[in-house]
């Protein structure tokens, strides 16, 4: 099959490789029918996580399911599904705790911007749609395998309530999602920090009620002119750098929690600020499929459109343009269309 591989930094291919095959009878094979790259895929493509030459990358993708394993029963051949980044059984100690992401027996989409892919757990991971998907609801559908449920999870780790002021730290596409999440769960404001204005003009319509377009100490002092010197009641960090954490911790309020669901590279959380405040931390690698039967309906009654989140769309062969595109923030994010 073709698929998307990375061979060194700034480094990437559409090009030729083995097919994925099943490993164990809980395992499917899904055909690729669309396709995205993620703000986490940069870590990789700018080589600050290790590369080891002709990997494929790619772990958000919808499918067709090509082959299943003996064991699999919730899916037959020729199901359409939308494949949750992060693989589970749905059934074992930590799933049934709520972190599939932690699942002692999961795995992860490893080939998701190529033809095919191996899901691991096919039954506890894999969620079905009744035939093939609405043109028009794909690209919500897509936003659905990570950044849409990874938002979510940011609000549900930071206790966002009705009535609270939240403050989402990231303008990417997790950080947006984060914005229509507070929204839907009711939140009153809704503070976007970004200072692109494309993006803000995303967050507004997610529902963010005020933007920030400052960073660092003027941006704090933004967050504590708008909450009277207060700070805000959850805040959202979408980002994960040392910075974006800092930012967090100065802008939350005495007794709040933030939720964290940016892949940490490079973070130290300021411990003695969390004990005078009281101030913690929840959240992590988002739970995707614990999420994803809420989500899945909010999207099917037209409620939520995270779909929005895609500003360009390009045929899988043009990846390197994709992720490109993406590095240099000409894209929010990219979907990558099948060829042949
Ligand atoms: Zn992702
Ligand atoms: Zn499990």
């Known amino acids: 099959m073709r698929a998307t591989t990375l061979h060194a ?26 396709a995205c790259v993620c703000g986490s895929d940069l870590w990789n493509y700018r080589g600050e996580n290790q590369i080891n030459p002709g990997m494929t990358i790619g772990h958000e993708c919808l499918g067709e399911v090509v082959a299943v394993g003996a064991a699999v029963k919730n899916v037959a051949i020729g199901d359409h599904v939308v494949v949750p980044f992060c693989h589970c059984d749905n059934t074992c100690p930590d799933c049934q705790a709520g972190v599939q992401s932690a699942c002692r027996h999961g795995g992860f989409t490893l080939s998701g911007q190529g033809e095919l892919s191996r899901v691991a757990q096919a039954d506890g991971s894999l969620v079905k749609l009744d035939g093939v998907p609405d043109p028009a ?26 009535g609270s002021t939240v403050v989402v730290i990231g303008d990417g596409a997790v950080g947006l999602c984060g914005v229509l999440a507070a929204s839907v769960m009711g939140a009153e404001r809704v503070v976007a920090m970004s200072r692109h204005e494309s993006r803000q003009r995303l967050a507004t319509a997610f529902g963010a009620t005020h933007i920030i377009a400052e960073r660092g100490e003027d941006g704090i002092a933004a967050v504590q002119e708008l909450t009277a010197g207060i700070g805000a009641d ?66 099917l009654e037209g409620r939520i459109d995270p779909g929005k989140v895609f500003d360009l769309t390009l045929p899988m062969d043009q990846v390197a343009d994709a992720y490109a595109a993406m590095d240099e923030r000409r894209a929010i994010k990219v979907a990558l269309t099948p060829v042949g």
């Open 9 to 34: 930094p700034f480094d990437i291919r559409y090009t030729e490789v083995p097919d994925p095959e099943m490993t164990a009878p809980t395992d499917a094979i899904v055909k690729v029918t669309a």
């Open 234 to 299: 959850a805040v959202l960090e979408c980002v994960g750098t040392g910075q974006s954490m800092e930012t967090a911790f100065q802008i939350a309020r005495a007794g709040s929690t933030v939720g964290f669901v940016g892949a940490p590279h490079g973070v130290e959380l300021p411990v003695r600020r969390m004990f005078v405040k009281n101030i913690g931390l929840a959240g992590g690698m988002a739970p995707v499929r614990r999420y994803l039967p809420e989500l899945l309906d909010l999207v």
């Open 137 to 162: 609801l794909v690209p919500s559908l897509l936003a659905l395998t990570d950044v849409m449920p990874t938002g979510w999870h940011a609000a549900v780790s930071a206790g966002v309530r009705p």
